[in-house]
């Protein structure tokens, strides 16, 4: 793990492997360790840097608003800035989607291209909104406990090692409250993306697993619909964590988009 500062922040983020730079975000609640598989084993072609999110794993939060997915966005610029990096295929999965939709407003100039791993173009309906305020207030007030245990059987398949569960939930059971609260209103806020998605002309994957129950596959058939000319990749036996249940067929979905954007 390496770590730069961003106006007097420590921001923490991985750097692993070589070829074309894929800038990944992580999920909601998790860090950047959520790719393990990955960072290990980077996949062929591609110059891995997956960062935390202010507030979660080794970066630090920013005020007590809510970290919207433009925050986290920029920060991922600003990390890309830093390591002298032009442009790079941005991706996340989940709420590191919306984060990649946010980047990809921000700053179009430095994207090759898109990867969305089980998330959505979709914001969220009003009732959606009332649930991450409901989220934020609970784990203020009662710690990650209730959240980790409503979340975990939805984050995998009933098919998940042991090993790969207990190893999710406490990497949940470790972020800050007061994080974790302001990424929950911070995904409240997040614009419909339907509309980016449709104008957005360069390579796209969009991945899924075929049993998550959180982003399920029509959201996926959705976006890759959008995105004139994109793939998609249904994985089985996987929910919405397919990097960490499948992580050879989710390497190699990755390999194939690593040559298509060569
Ligand atoms: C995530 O996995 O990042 C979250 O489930 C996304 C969300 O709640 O919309």
Do not use: C
């Amino acid at each position: 793990m390496q770590r730069i500062e961003l106006r007097g922040r420590s921001y923490a983020f991985h750097d692993v492997g070589q070829g074309v730079p894929l800038l990944l975000f992580h999920g909601f609640p998790f860090t950047s360790k959520s790719f393990w598989p990955q960072l290990d084993e980077p996949p062929t072609g591609f110059r891995l840097i997956a960062p935390d999110h202010r507030g979660f794993g080794g970066s630090v939060l920013d005020g007590d608003g809510p970290s919207t997915m433009e925050a986290f966005a920029e920060d991922g610029s600003a990390l890309l800035d830093a390591l002298g990096i032009q442009s790079a295929v941005v991706g996340g999965v989940s709420m590191g989607g919306y984060v990649a939709l946010a980047f990809a407003r921000l700053a179009a100039s430095k994207v090759r291209g898109l990867v969305l791993i089980d998330t959505q173009a979709t914001a969220d309906d009003e009732a959606g909104k009332a649930r991450r305020e409901a989220v934020a207030q609970d784990v203020l007030q009662n710690g990650l406990a209730g959240l980790t245990s409503s979340m975990l059987p939805k984050l995998l398949s009933a098919k998940a090692p042991q090993a790969v569960r207990s190893k999710v939930e406490a990497m949940m059971l470790l972020q800050s409250p007061r994080a974790v609260a302001a990424a929950s209103r911070g995904m409240g806020a997040r614009p419909d993306s339907r509309d980016q998605l449709s104008r957005f002309a360069l390579p796209t994957l969009v991945v899924v697993g075929a049993e998550d129950p959180i982003t399920p596959v029509e959201k996926a058939r959705q976006m890759a619909e959008l995105v004139k000319g994109s793939q998609l990749v249904v994985i089985p036996d996987a929910a919405h964590l397919p990097n960490l249940e499948q992580p050879e067929t989710f390497k190699a979905a990755l390999e194939a988009f690593a040559a298509a954007v060569r």
